[in-house]
């Protein structure tokens, strides 16, 4: 006998709500077609965007949905959150439509639909004083990879005119490579004497300096080494600046430790003095309530991170594990006929994620309680997976610290071997009753 097909409907959840599909040139807006022309179409121009927000007002429009596309959703996201409109940003990966005809007033007609019923979540954005901070944080981590860039360039200029310096000294953006690169490019070809500029914490000889600087001075590898030297020079300004820029927006932020304690750990930058380390630290001290670096592996520029990407008040998730599944750490649950699938969850791009991740890299050397579990989680799985587990870990830390403002107590090694015993003999213990026997201490 045939199944009845079901009068059951999805329940509408916000029935004054509207969908954009954000493009580059023209937005396509969509609301109830109750309405009169339920459709419109309204170009990115900041009085055309003025429109759009007037036109649902007209319509008592209280909700609003409208994908994360590129750059674009910034002018009408404000423009919208200003006019008082509940704003969901949603991942476009949420929105995906079933294979079939696609157009743009399909798709916010799709939008449309799954957020009248509730159907889509909005991504987490920090307030407008946060977010200040992380545009000028991102900034500066793009001129620090640019810089990056640079230097290989002057690497492979001095390659290719066979100057080995970087065979023996371990980093040319140094003091000793930064004196060697800039005699260079003011006219020094002597090895010798370039060698006498080498700082007496090299390792390597004078002697072994001057060898690695017998080369071949051609015009065109000198050409590119002084230019991009000067580039490089550029850039190191502009990061100052962006520093400045930084400590100017973190001032702004409300202050929720008066009474910030120097850190108890070296506070190291390639990009910053001592002093203006830990003025910086004092300041995010400040902001945080909580002193982020305390945590091993954990540095400024990590925290600094993570101060503008996700904030100071993370009640929007209400428990740790929400907050580890919003950046992509937590484990993926993925389980079919009672049985979990093998593979990972979705790809996740999250900066704050990324800043955790590299510092769990730096945890295999820690002396302490993550530096163990971190050495303890390489045994028994990949790289990889082990630096995201300790990420994970360290999510956990940060978040707890955070929200319960209790300040972060090291365990220490003896914790961890105790802890690892006990897991033993739990393990030891079910083993023995699944084969019949019961265990007895000795």
Not at 130 to 142: F, G, K, Y
Not at 346 to 367: E, F, G, H, Y
Request: hydrophobic content about 40%; charged content about 25%.
């Amino acid at each position: 006998m045939a199944r009845k097909p079901s009068k059951q409907r999805f329940t509408v959840v916000h029935p004054d709500c509207a969908a954009i599909d954000v493009g580059g040139r023209e937005h396509f807006v969509a609301v109830d077609p109750r309405h009169d022309n339920a459709v419109q179409s309204f170009t990115s121009f900041t009085d055309d965007l003025y429109k759009l927000a007037d036109w649902l007002k007209s319509l008592a429009i209280k909700v609003v949905a409208m994908e994360s596309t590129g750059v674009y959703w910034i002018p009408i996201y404000e423009i919208l959150s200003e006019r008082g409109f509940e704003v969901y940003l949603v991942n476009a990966r949420a929105t995906r439509q079933i294979t079939g005809r696609k157009s743009d007033v399909l798709d916010c007609q799709w939008i449309w639909q799954l957020m009248t019923h509730g159907l889509l979540r909005g991504a987490f954005r920090p307030d407008d004083l946060t977010c200040c901070v992380r545009s000028l944080v991102r900034q500066r981590a793009s001129k620090v990879k640019d810089q990056a860039q640079t230097l290989n360039r002057m690497q492979k200029a001095m390659s290719q005119m066979n100057i080995q310096l970087a065979n023996v000294i371990s980093d040319i953006s140094g003091v000793t490579g930064m004196r060697i690169l800039r005699a260079i490019c003011a006219g020094e070809r002597d090895p010798v004497q370039l060698a006498e500029l080498t700082d007496r914490r090299i390792k390597a000889g004078k002697e072994a300096v001057a060898r690695s600087l017998h080369g071949n001075w051609r015009r065109e590898h000198l050409h590119a080494l002084t230019q991009e030297l000067a580039a490089y020079d550029f850039l190191e300004q502009q990061i100052a600046d962006c520093d400045d820029a930084i400590k100017t927006a973190l001032e702004q932020l409300p202050v929720l430790q008066t009474k910030p304690e120097p850190s108890n750990k070296p506070l190291r930058s390639p990009h910053r003095s001592g002093a203006q380390q830990t003025e910086l630290h004092q300041t995010l001290w400040k902001v945080l309530g909580m002193d982020l670096t305390a945590i091993p592996t954990i540095g400024v520029d990590t925290a600094l991170v993570l101060a503008g990407e996700i904030g100071t008040d993370l009640s929007r998730f209400p428990s740790s594990q929400h907050f580890c599944s919003w950046l992509g750490l937590a484990p993926p649950t993925r389980i079919s006929g009672g049985h979990r699938l093998a593979g990972g969850g979705p790809k996740i791009v999250n900066r704050a994620a990324q800043a955790l991740k590299q510092a769990a890299s730096n945890a295999r050397n820690d002396k302490g309680f993550i530096g163990a579990s971190h050495r303890a989680r390489l045994t028994r799985m990949d790289t990889s997976c082990a630096i995201k587990a300790t990420a994970h870990q360290l999510a956990r830390l940060v978040y707890n610290l955070l929200t319960k403002k209790q300040a972060y107590v090291e365990q220490g090694l003896e914790e961890f071997e105790s802890r690892s015993q006990d897991r033993q003999v739990r393990a030891l213990l079910r083993k023995a009753r699944k084969l019949g026997y019961q265990l007895v201490a000795a």
